[in-house]
């Protein structure tokens, strides 16, 4: 049982480039999600689902996108890349039977938009 | 949408000293309260929770309150130690399990 696995776990973007984020979790989990984390300061929702299929926007959508084709996976797309896209994001799923539950997150993607 | 305000931002305590952090909310539909803990460099975890239908919750040296009226959700940490040094974070969800998160407090344990 590995959890939630991210990669790539850092990763230097020149401006205008395009990457995929990859996400996936073998919990079994339908709600997953996608956080950034900029230096000093809490996460901000960028998307999230609550199953296969099914996708929607977070408090900070623009500039990315996500598809969520199986239970397990969740990639967020960048398309381009912008320096103000310098973060650390997160990815993380949590169980979504009887009420919210806490987020298992991913070890996390450093990326610098240079 | 949801706000959480997370207070304070740093906070210095001896070894052995208590702790507390405070979060505010605004969203009085929110009902869930999850505290994370985050080491430097490392993955934010899920260390204690409370639901809006109890106001209190205890887990060894850790403890959460809940005030719905105020709406606003305390993380007590008692006899701390130099490994409770890490940022930590309180959020707030209602829908879908999304989390609103607070700005993080870095607390520092005094050996």
């Known amino acids: 049982n590995a959890g939630v696995t991210q990669t790539p776990k850092f990763r230097i973007l020149k401006i205008g480039q395009s990457m995929t984020l990859q996400c996936a979790q073998d919990?079994?989990?339908?709600?997953m999600y996608w956080y950034r984390q900029d230096p000093g300061m809490g996460l901000k929702l960028i998307y999230y689902?609550?199953?296969?299929?099914?996708?929607d926007k977070g408090e900070v959508p623009n500039g990315y996108n996500v598809s969520r084709s199986t239970t397990e996976d969740f990639p967020l797309r960048l398309e381009l890349a912008a320096p103000s896209q310098t973060s650390v994001y997160f990815c993380?799923?949590?169980?979504?039977?009887?009420?919210?539950?806490?987020?298992?997150f991913g070890s996390g993607t450093r990326l610098t938009v240079v | 949408g949801e706000n959480v305000e997370q207070h304070p931002s740093t906070l210095s305590v001896q070894e052995g000293d208590s702790a507390v952090i405070k979060c505010t909310y605004s969203?009085?539909?929110?009902?869930?309260f999850p505290w994370y803990k985050q080491e430097l460099g490392k993955r934010p975890q899920l260390i204690i929770d409370?639901?809006?239908?109890?106001g209190e919750k205890k887990d060894q040296r850790i403890a959460v309150t809940l005030n719905k009226t105020a709406k606003h959700f305390s993380l007590h940490i008692t006899e701390t130690q130099p490994e409770d040094s890490a940022v930590y974070f309180c959020?707030?969800?209602?829908?879908?399990?999304?989390?609103?998160f607070g700005d993080g407090t870095t607390l520092t344990v005094k050996p």
């Open positions: 409370i639901r809006s239908n109890v």
């Open positions: 969203d009085s539909a929110s009902n869930y």
């Open positions: 959020a707030a969800s209602k829908t879908a399990g999304k989390s609103t």
């Open positions: 993380a799923s949590s169980f979504s039977f009887t009420g919210n539950h806490g987020y298992t």
């Open positions: 919990m079994n989990h339908n709600y």
């Open positions: 689902s609550v199953g296969a299929g099914i996708t």
